[in-house]
Each structure stands twice: as C-alpha cells, then as structure tokens.
C-alpha cells in the first residue's frame, strides 16, 4: 500500500492521499499563526492577573526550549493539546501546560531534556511529567506532559512542520487532533470538567473545519454520547 504523502503548503491547503483518495485541508497562514498563539500568550498574562499569581514563565519559552531540544536529539513528536487547538482555531482559547503526543516513551530524550533544564516530576498511567526550566517556584512554570497511546504513533508520522514566529513546530494534523480529543472525552476515568473540555476543543475544530465531517464520519455521535457522559458524571458529582 502506498503511504500516506502529506505536502504543506503554509497558508493555503495541505494535500495529502490516503486509501480514500485526494484530500485537501486548509491551514492557518503564518499571520494566523502568529496572532493567535501571541493572543494565547495575552490570555495566559491575563489569567495570572486575574487569579493574583505572581508572573511566571510564559509558554512561549518553554515551546521553544522544548522544540528546540527535541529537535536536537531527533525525537519525532506531534504537539498536541490546548496550544494545537489554539494554532487551528479563531476562537481565542489557553491553557496551562504543553501537550506533547510520542510514539514510544523509549522515544523521551530524558538526558537531553534535563540537560536543557527540564525537571522531571512523574510517570503517569497516561503522561510523563515534566516541569520546563526556570528560576520561578514549580508551579509557576509551564507543565510539559508526554503522552503514549494507540493513537499517537500514527499522530507523530502524520505530524505537520508549521513555522510560528521564529519556532519550527511539529504539530499534530487536525484529523488526529480530534480523535485524540474524542478518546481522551471516551475515558471512563477521566474528570468531567477535563471531558467538557475536550468536547469543546472538539466542536470548536469541526465548526471551524467542516470538511472533518468526511474525514471523520462517526465524529458527531461520538462528540454526542461524551456529552451525555460527562453531563451525567458532573450531575451525579455535584
């Protein structure tokens, strides 16, 4: 069979042909880009302010400390999470860590990423923690998550190269990052504020992309029946 050939072209489609044929994507432009990951960066200034935390890092040097440290070792990766959804939606959105997908943990470049002043904190059933680097207390500087499962090596093969100010990021495709937010709204265990989450990541990237639809045919009865979920598992908690 022949594999899946993926061709970027900053700011007007993404091409690529898998079993189903030719299919083409929009992407952001490089202005897009850059305004909506500085209106995450604001986002995250005013939340601090609005909590009275001291300043702490911004997710901005640790995305850059942390591409540029993987880049280095060769660690393939797919960003994922709040700061994807961020980089292909309108919808002005932040959040408090970096999502990162692997292929394998055996992929974590451990020595390289302490080397670079990141503070290893915890292996989860479903992340390994870290902490970036920085001079402020723990909690004032951005949590890096590393994340394995059957979705993500398929995630990081099909991640897209995108340039956001002077960075270059692998990040997750749009396909990829929905299934990987329905299955993370599907978990039984998880939150149902974390779930509501999800399914709001979810329907703002199919409403801004509708041509997910067809890529992704059972994405509405799925985004459905988590909403049903996690609706019931935060009445029966309240």
Sequence with gaps: MTPPAFTLLIGE??????KMGAVTMPVPSP?????????????????RETM??????????ALRGLTETLSKARTPYALIGGVAVQLYTQEPRTTVDLDVALASYDDLPRAALTAAGFTHEKRFDHSDNWRAPGTEPRRQRTAVQFTVDTLTPGTVERAHMLRVRTMRIRVAALEDLVLLKLAAAEEPQ????????????????MEEHPELDGRI???RRRLARASRVATRAGTQSS
């Design 217 to 219: 045919p059972d994405a």
């Design 52 to 61: 009275g935390l001291p300043e702490g890092d911004t997710k901005e040097g």
């Design 13 to 18: 489609t993404i091409t690529f042909r898998a």
């Design 31 to 47: 202005s897009q880009l850059r305004g909506r990951f500085r209106t995450s960066l604001a986002l995250d200034h005013l939340w």
């Design 190 to 205: 998880r939150r149902p504020s974390k779930r509501l989450s999800d399914l709001r990541d979810v329907l703002a990237l």
